[in-house]
């Protein structure tokens, strides 16, 4: 299976719209397996940026499809199935798009006769990377502005 522009461009476009990654990845056709496009994601950064860009555009697409079933349910049972959908959807916008996590952490200070303590959440594996992120780039920006200063 060789990579290609044109059908990386397809693979997230049919997945920004909504459409599952195991329906377009089938290894049939043109189409790579789901495990070749993963490879493909983990060699090529710009490729793994993309689609991390199609996979906002999928889960909201499925948080609007799941919101358009809840509107035209009709029986009980449709009416908990949307729900069941949209739940999950919204649970998964939490967790895989750093924009929709929920920023509700409670921090809880308990004082007594032996001391106090502070119980609070841990930072996520998100919030880390994006601390080191920041971390690595405000190091790159000062070790640049010192060579600057010294080649001035």
């Known amino acids: ?4 522009k044109k059908i990386c461009a397809e693979i997230l476009e049919r997945f ?4 599952y990654l195991r329906h377009i990845c089938t290894g049939k056709g043109e189409y790579p397996d789901q495990a070749t496009f993963w ?18 555009k999928n ?3 499925l948080l609007e499809k799941s919101e358009l079933l ?6 009980r049972d449709e009416i908990l ?8 959807y919204r ?17 809880v200070e308990i004082q007594g006769a032996v001391g106090s303590y502070t119980v609070s959440w841990a930072e996520d594996a998100v919030a880390q990377s994006r601390h ?5 780039n405000y190091t790159h920006k000062t070790a640049s502005l010192a060579r600057e200063k010294l080649v001035n």
């Open 81 to 88: 199935r949307a729900d069941k959908m949209l739940n999950h």
């Open 132 to 136: 080191q992120i920041e971390a690595e």
């Open 70 to 75: 809840i509107e035209d349910a009709t029986t």
């Open 16 to 19: 920004g719209d909504g459409e």
């Open 1 to 4: 299976m060789k990579k290609t």
């Open 39 to 56: 490879r493909w994601r983990q060699k090529d950064a710009d490729l793994a940026e993309q689609f991390m860009s199609s996979l906002i």
């Open 91 to 107: 649970w998964k916008a939490e967790k895989l798009i750093p924009s929709m996590q929920s920023m509700n952490k409670s921090l």
């Open 59 to 61: 889960v909201s697409a």
